[in-house]
Protein backbone atom coordinates (compact mmCIF):
# COMPACT_ATOMS: atom_id res chain seq x y z
CA UNK A 1 0.00 0.00 0.00
CA UNK A 2 0.78 3.54 -0.50
CA UNK A 3 -0.17 7.30 0.04
CA UNK A 4 -1.64 9.21 -3.05
CA UNK A 5 -3.48 12.64 -3.23
CA UNK A 6 -6.73 12.84 -4.64
CA UNK A 7 -7.93 15.85 -6.01
CA UNK A 8 -11.68 17.12 -6.66
CA UNK A 9 -13.51 20.14 -8.04
CA UNK A 10 -15.76 21.42 -5.41
CA UNK A 11 -19.49 22.77 -6.63
CA UNK A 12 -19.24 26.38 -6.78
CA UNK A 13 -22.79 26.57 -4.46
CA UNK A 14 -20.27 25.63 -1.62
CA UNK A 15 -18.29 28.27 -2.17
CA UNK A 16 -19.69 31.08 0.13
CA UNK A 17 -19.56 28.26 3.28
CA UNK A 18 -16.15 27.36 2.74
CA UNK A 19 -14.81 31.17 2.16
CA UNK A 20 -16.25 31.65 5.80
CA UNK A 21 -14.82 28.91 7.53
CA UNK A 22 -11.43 29.45 5.70
CA UNK A 23 -11.79 32.93 7.38
CA UNK A 24 -12.24 31.22 11.13
CA UNK A 25 -9.07 29.23 9.99
CA UNK A 26 -7.32 32.52 8.97
CA UNK A 27 -8.08 33.89 12.73
CA UNK A 28 -6.91 30.34 14.33
CA UNK A 29 -3.69 30.68 12.34
CA UNK A 30 -3.09 34.50 13.10
CA UNK A 31 -3.82 33.98 17.01
CA UNK A 32 -1.42 30.60 17.17
CA UNK A 33 1.20 33.07 15.29
CA UNK A 34 0.97 35.47 17.96
CA UNK A 35 1.21 33.43 20.73
CA UNK A 36 3.99 31.68 19.66
CA UNK A 37 6.42 34.57 19.02
CA UNK A 38 5.29 36.06 22.41
CA UNK A 39 6.41 33.28 23.99
CA UNK A 40 9.65 33.08 22.24
CA UNK A 41 10.12 36.90 23.12
CA UNK A 42 9.29 36.15 26.70
CA UNK A 43 12.24 33.49 26.73
CA UNK A 44 15.26 35.28 24.90
CA UNK A 45 17.93 32.99 24.08
CA UNK A 46 20.51 32.62 21.52
CA UNK A 47 19.13 29.48 20.28
CA UNK A 48 15.22 30.78 19.74
CA UNK A 49 13.70 27.67 18.33
CA UNK A 50 14.48 25.50 21.40
CA UNK A 51 11.67 27.88 22.86
CA UNK A 52 8.85 26.91 20.15
CA UNK A 53 6.15 25.85 21.52
CA UNK A 54 5.14 22.16 20.15
CA UNK A 55 1.43 21.66 18.83
CA UNK A 56 0.56 20.06 21.96
CA UNK A 57 1.08 23.10 23.61
CA UNK A 58 -0.45 25.29 21.41
CA UNK A 59 -3.60 23.04 21.52
CA UNK A 60 -4.33 23.84 25.30
CA UNK A 61 -4.42 27.34 24.01
CA UNK A 62 -7.44 26.80 21.29
CA UNK A 63 -9.58 24.32 23.29
CA UNK A 64 -12.87 24.76 22.84
CA UNK A 65 -12.42 27.17 20.07
CA UNK A 66 -14.22 25.32 17.39
CA UNK A 67 -17.20 25.58 18.03
CA UNK A 68 -17.54 29.31 18.41
CA UNK A 69 -15.88 29.13 15.30
CA UNK A 70 -18.14 27.27 13.09
CA UNK A 71 -14.73 24.45 12.44
CA UNK A 72 -14.42 20.64 13.61
CA UNK A 73 -11.88 20.45 16.38
CA UNK A 74 -9.64 18.07 14.03
CA UNK A 75 -8.97 21.13 11.81
CA UNK A 76 -8.24 23.70 15.03
CA UNK A 77 -5.84 20.57 16.11
CA UNK A 78 -4.74 20.33 12.00
CA UNK A 79 -4.23 24.26 12.05
CA UNK A 80 -1.84 24.06 15.23
CA UNK A 81 0.45 20.39 13.53
CA UNK A 82 0.83 22.85 10.32
CA UNK A 83 2.26 25.99 12.57
CA UNK A 84 4.27 23.97 14.30
CA UNK A 85 5.89 22.26 11.55
CA UNK A 86 6.42 25.15 9.76
CA UNK A 87 7.74 27.38 12.01
CA UNK A 88 10.16 24.62 13.22
CA UNK A 89 11.23 24.56 9.29
CA UNK A 90 11.73 27.43 8.68
CA UNK A 91 13.19 29.05 12.36
CA UNK A 92 11.52 31.99 12.43
CA UNK A 93 10.02 33.76 15.22
CA UNK A 94 6.76 34.68 13.37
CA UNK A 95 5.48 33.19 10.29
CA UNK A 96 3.53 34.96 7.66
CA UNK A 97 0.12 36.50 8.86
CA UNK A 98 -3.25 34.97 7.07
CA UNK A 99 -5.33 37.75 5.17
CA UNK A 100 -8.79 37.58 4.72
CA UNK A 101 -9.55 40.74 2.92
CA UNK A 102 -10.34 39.67 -1.48
CA UNK A 103 -9.51 43.38 -1.55
CA UNK A 104 -6.10 42.87 -0.14
CA UNK A 105 -3.32 42.36 -2.48
CA UNK A 106 -1.62 39.66 0.11
CA UNK A 107 -5.26 37.86 0.04
CA UNK A 108 -4.38 34.55 1.55
CA UNK A 109 -6.14 31.61 -0.59
CA UNK A 110 -8.86 29.84 1.79
CA UNK A 111 -7.33 26.72 3.24
CA UNK A 112 -9.45 24.42 5.57
CA UNK A 113 -7.39 21.63 6.96
CA UNK A 114 -8.72 18.09 8.14
CA UNK A 115 -8.32 14.22 9.39
CA UNK A 116 -9.56 11.57 7.64
CA UNK A 117 -11.55 10.90 10.86
CA UNK A 118 -13.62 14.24 10.41
CA UNK A 119 -15.10 13.33 6.85
CA UNK A 120 -17.46 10.69 5.41
CA UNK A 121 -18.25 9.89 1.92
CA UNK A 122 -21.93 9.21 1.41
CA UNK A 123 -23.98 9.28 -1.48
CA UNK A 124 -21.40 10.82 -3.82
CA UNK A 125 -20.97 13.86 -0.95
CA UNK A 126 -18.41 14.42 0.94
CA UNK A 127 -19.39 15.08 4.81
CA UNK A 128 -17.70 17.58 7.37
CA UNK A 129 -18.72 19.22 9.98
CA UNK A 130 -22.46 18.28 9.24
CA UNK A 131 -21.85 20.33 5.75
CA UNK A 132 -22.79 18.22 2.91
CA UNK A 133 -19.92 19.19 -0.20
CA UNK A 134 -20.91 18.09 -3.95
CA UNK A 135 -18.56 17.49 -6.46
CA UNK A 136 -17.17 15.69 -9.10
CA UNK A 137 -16.19 12.14 -8.24
CA UNK A 138 -14.07 11.32 -10.82
CA UNK A 139 -11.83 8.76 -8.94
CA UNK A 140 -14.92 6.85 -7.08
CA UNK A 141 -13.79 7.85 -3.36
CA UNK A 142 -16.08 5.09 -1.94
CA UNK A 143 -13.21 2.59 -2.46
CA UNK A 144 -10.59 4.32 -1.01
CA UNK A 145 -9.40 5.14 2.97
CA UNK A 146 -9.14 8.70 3.78
CA UNK A 147 -6.27 9.49 5.78
CA UNK A 148 -5.99 13.50 5.93
CA UNK A 149 -6.88 16.53 3.84
CA UNK A 150 -7.89 19.78 3.22
CA UNK A 151 -10.10 22.65 1.18
CA UNK A 152 -8.68 24.96 -1.09
CA UNK A 153 -9.17 27.93 -3.09
CA UNK A 154 -7.66 28.59 -6.14
CA UNK A 155 -6.77 32.33 -7.57
CA UNK A 156 -9.81 32.20 -9.56
CA UNK A 157 -12.40 31.49 -6.12
CA UNK A 158 -12.86 27.78 -7.19
CA UNK A 159 -12.32 25.26 -4.31
CA UNK A 160 -10.98 21.63 -4.40
CA UNK A 161 -10.83 18.97 -1.71
CA UNK A 162 -7.42 17.51 -1.59
CA UNK A 163 -7.80 13.88 0.09
CA UNK A 164 -4.82 11.70 1.15
CA UNK A 165 -5.56 8.44 0.84
CA UNK A 166 -4.49 4.53 0.94
CA UNK A 167 -3.82 3.08 -2.25
CA UNK A 168 -2.63 -0.30 -3.90
CA UNK A 169 0.51 -0.03 -5.68
CA UNK A 170 -0.41 -1.49 -9.57
CA UNK A 171 3.43 -2.53 -10.32
CA UNK A 172 4.60 -1.52 -13.97
CA UNK A 173 4.12 -4.36 -16.53
CA UNK A 174 6.60 -2.74 -18.56
CA UNK A 175 10.14 -4.43 -19.69
CA UNK A 176 12.04 -1.70 -21.59
CA UNK A 177 14.07 1.50 -20.63
CA UNK A 178 14.45 4.59 -21.97
CA UNK A 179 16.49 7.93 -21.70
CA UNK A 180 14.80 11.37 -21.44
CA UNK A 181 16.23 14.65 -22.85
CA UNK A 182 14.89 17.60 -21.06
CA UNK A 183 14.90 20.97 -23.98
CA UNK A 184 13.43 24.61 -24.04
CA UNK A 185 11.90 24.10 -27.69
CA UNK A 186 10.79 20.75 -27.51
CA UNK A 187 10.15 19.91 -23.13
CA UNK A 188 11.07 16.33 -22.93
CA UNK A 189 12.18 14.00 -25.75
CA UNK A 190 12.57 10.04 -24.81
CA UNK A 191 15.01 7.38 -26.78
CA UNK A 192 12.30 6.10 -28.27
CA UNK A 193 11.27 9.22 -30.31
CA UNK A 194 8.66 9.99 -28.10
CA UNK A 195 8.05 13.82 -27.10
CA UNK A 196 6.14 16.45 -25.54
CA UNK A 197 6.05 19.47 -26.75
CA UNK A 198 5.04 22.29 -23.94
CA UNK A 199 5.29 25.61 -24.63
CA UNK A 200 1.96 26.04 -23.34
CA UNK A 201 2.73 29.42 -22.35
CA UNK A 202 4.07 30.63 -25.26
CA UNK A 203 0.71 29.43 -27.19
CA UNK A 204 -1.06 31.99 -25.05
CA UNK A 205 1.38 35.02 -24.50
CA UNK A 206 -0.13 37.21 -26.89
CA UNK A 207 -3.72 36.52 -25.02
CA UNK A 208 -2.25 37.03 -21.59
CA UNK A 209 -0.79 40.43 -23.12
CA UNK A 210 -4.03 41.28 -24.26
CA UNK A 211 -5.95 40.56 -21.34
CA UNK A 212 -3.27 42.10 -18.90
CA UNK A 213 -2.88 45.62 -20.60
CA UNK A 214 -6.46 45.56 -20.68
CA UNK A 215 -6.48 45.48 -16.67
CA UNK A 216 -8.78 42.33 -17.10
CA UNK A 217 -7.46 40.72 -13.98
CA UNK A 218 -10.26 37.80 -14.58
CA UNK A 219 -9.39 36.81 -18.08
CA UNK A 220 -5.83 36.93 -17.43
CA UNK A 221 -6.23 34.36 -14.18
CA UNK A 222 -8.48 32.54 -16.64
CA UNK A 223 -5.68 32.28 -19.23
CA UNK A 224 -2.78 31.79 -16.62
CA UNK A 225 -4.93 28.65 -15.33
CA UNK A 226 -5.88 27.02 -19.12
CA UNK A 227 -1.86 27.36 -18.87
CA UNK A 228 -1.17 25.71 -16.08
CA UNK A 229 -3.77 22.73 -16.99
CA UNK A 230 -2.63 22.25 -20.26
CA UNK A 231 0.99 21.77 -19.09
CA UNK A 232 -0.20 19.27 -16.31
CA UNK A 233 -2.59 17.64 -18.51
CA UNK A 234 0.26 16.98 -21.39
CA UNK A 235 2.93 16.08 -18.63
CA UNK A 236 0.47 13.31 -16.79
CA UNK A 237 -0.01 11.65 -19.98
CA UNK A 238 3.46 11.59 -21.20
CA UNK A 239 4.72 10.39 -18.00
CA UNK A 240 2.25 8.23 -17.28
CA UNK A 241 2.75 6.47 -20.67
CA UNK A 242 6.47 6.13 -19.95
CA UNK A 243 6.13 4.41 -16.74
CA UNK A 244 3.49 1.95 -18.35
CA UNK A 245 5.71 0.92 -20.61
CA UNK A 246 9.01 0.81 -19.00
CA UNK A 247 10.61 -0.85 -16.48
CA UNK A 248 14.00 2.20 -15.85
CA UNK A 249 13.61 5.81 -16.97
CA UNK A 250 16.82 8.31 -16.54
CA UNK A 251 16.18 11.49 -17.22
CA UNK A 252 19.28 14.60 -17.68
CA UNK A 253 20.72 16.58 -14.57
CA UNK A 254 19.88 19.47 -16.08
CA UNK A 255 20.12 22.58 -14.07
CA UNK A 256 16.66 23.96 -14.16
CA UNK A 257 17.18 26.37 -10.81
CA UNK A 258 20.51 27.61 -12.43
CA UNK A 259 18.99 28.69 -16.16
CA UNK A 260 16.24 30.30 -14.59
CA UNK A 261 18.55 33.45 -13.57
CA UNK A 262 19.55 33.43 -17.35
CA UNK A 263 17.65 34.89 -20.30
CA UNK A 264 16.51 31.43 -20.76
CA UNK A 265 14.11 32.05 -17.78
CA UNK A 266 10.76 32.34 -19.91
CA UNK A 267 11.60 29.04 -21.58
CA UNK A 268 12.70 27.07 -18.85
CA UNK A 269 9.80 27.88 -16.71
CA UNK A 270 7.40 27.17 -19.43
CA UNK A 271 8.78 23.77 -20.21
CA UNK A 272 8.33 22.69 -16.36
CA UNK A 273 11.02 20.29 -16.23
CA UNK A 274 11.06 20.32 -12.58
CA UNK A 275 7.25 19.30 -12.37
CA UNK A 276 7.81 16.37 -15.02
CA UNK A 277 10.64 15.07 -12.97
CA UNK A 278 8.64 15.24 -9.65
CA UNK A 279 5.64 13.39 -11.43
CA UNK A 280 8.13 10.66 -13.13
CA UNK A 281 9.76 10.11 -9.30
CA UNK A 282 5.98 9.29 -7.64
CA UNK A 283 4.74 7.41 -10.50
CA UNK A 284 7.61 5.11 -10.28
CA UNK A 285 7.51 4.80 -6.91
CA UNK A 286 4.17 3.60 -6.94
CA UNK A 287 4.91 1.28 -9.65
CA UNK A 288 8.20 -0.31 -8.56
CA UNK A 289 9.73 1.52 -11.78
CA UNK A 290 13.66 2.26 -11.30
CA UNK A 291 14.12 6.21 -11.95
CA UNK A 292 17.27 8.12 -11.90
CA UNK A 293 18.86 11.33 -12.65
CA UNK A 294 22.60 11.07 -14.66
CA UNK A 295 24.80 13.52 -15.77
CA UNK A 296 24.24 14.46 -19.10
CA UNK A 297 27.38 16.34 -20.23
CA UNK A 298 28.47 16.14 -23.78
CA UNK A 299 25.07 13.83 -24.35
CA UNK A 300 24.08 15.88 -27.11
CA UNK A 301 27.79 16.86 -28.60
CA UNK A 302 28.64 12.50 -28.55
CA UNK A 303 27.29 10.31 -31.47
CA UNK A 304 24.96 7.22 -29.77
CA UNK A 305 26.57 5.21 -32.70
CA UNK A 306 29.93 5.37 -32.47
CA UNK A 307 30.30 7.41 -28.83
CA UNK A 308 32.58 9.83 -30.40
CA UNK A 309 32.66 13.53 -30.42
CA UNK A 310 32.63 14.40 -34.05
CA UNK A 311 33.42 17.33 -35.57
CA UNK A 312 30.28 18.02 -37.11
CA UNK A 313 27.90 17.48 -33.88
CA UNK A 314 26.49 20.66 -32.65
CA UNK A 315 28.59 22.35 -30.09
CA UNK A 316 27.93 25.67 -27.51
CA UNK A 317 25.32 28.28 -27.69
CA UNK A 318 26.49 28.91 -31.62
CA UNK A 319 24.78 25.01 -31.81
CA UNK A 320 21.57 25.52 -30.50
CA UNK A 321 20.22 25.80 -33.61
CA UNK A 322 21.18 22.69 -34.99
CA UNK A 323 18.36 20.04 -34.54
CA UNK A 324 19.56 17.48 -36.96
CA UNK A 325 23.51 16.66 -37.91
CA UNK A 326 25.34 13.56 -39.70
CA UNK A 327 28.07 12.34 -38.25
CA UNK A 328 31.54 12.94 -39.64
CA UNK A 329 33.03 9.94 -38.46
CA UNK A 330 30.59 6.80 -38.93
CA UNK A 331 28.01 8.99 -41.20
CA UNK A 332 24.83 8.20 -39.01
CA UNK A 333 22.25 10.85 -39.21
CA UNK A 334 20.84 12.05 -36.14
CA UNK A 335 17.91 14.21 -34.47
CA UNK A 336 19.23 16.25 -31.96
CA UNK A 337 17.08 15.63 -28.98
CA UNK A 338 16.63 11.84 -29.92
CA UNK A 339 20.29 11.23 -29.97
CA UNK A 340 20.94 13.12 -26.20
CA UNK A 341 18.13 10.64 -25.12
CA UNK A 342 19.81 7.46 -26.66
CA UNK A 343 23.04 8.86 -24.82
CA UNK A 344 21.58 9.48 -21.56
CA UNK A 345 19.95 6.27 -21.24
CA UNK A 346 23.61 4.48 -22.30
CA UNK A 347 24.57 6.46 -19.58
CA UNK A 348 21.98 5.46 -17.23
CA UNK A 349 22.49 1.65 -17.84
CA UNK A 350 25.86 1.66 -17.32
CA UNK A 351 25.38 3.33 -13.69
CA UNK A 352 22.64 1.06 -13.31
CA UNK A 353 24.99 -1.89 -14.57
CA UNK A 354 27.68 -1.41 -11.83
CA UNK A 355 24.69 -1.21 -8.94
CA UNK A 356 22.57 -3.95 -10.35
CA UNK A 357 24.18 -6.24 -13.10
CA UNK A 358 21.20 -8.81 -12.77
CA UNK A 359 18.97 -5.72 -13.82
CA UNK A 360 20.73 -5.54 -17.06
CA UNK A 361 21.32 -9.03 -18.12
CA UNK A 362 18.37 -10.61 -16.69
CA UNK A 363 19.87 -13.22 -13.65
Same mark, same amino acid.
Given at each position: ???????????????????????????????????????? %??? %?????????????????????????????????????????????????????????? %???????????????????????????????????????????????????????????????????????????????????????????????????????????????????????????????????????????????????????????????????????????????????????????????????????????????????????????????????????????????????? %??????????????????
Amino acid at each position: MSTKTLKLRVKDKHAKKLLCMSRSVNFVWNFVNELSYRNI %RDH %REPEFYKNFMSSYDIQKYTKGASKELGLNSVTVQGISDEYATRRKQFKKTKLRWRVSS %RDRSNYSLGWVPFKGNAIKYKCGQIVYGGHHFSMWDSYGLSQYEFISGSFNEDSRGRWYVNLVVNAEEKISTGKGATGIDLGCKTTATDSNGGSVKGREYRALEKKLGIAQRAKNKRQAKTIHAKIKNRRQDALHKYSRQLVDSNAAIFVGNVNSLGLVKTKMAKSVLDAGWGMLKTMLEYKCDHAGVVFEEVNEAYTTQTCSCCQKIPDSSPKGRAGLGIREWTCSLCGTAHDRDVNAAKNIL %RVGLDSLAEESPRFIYGE
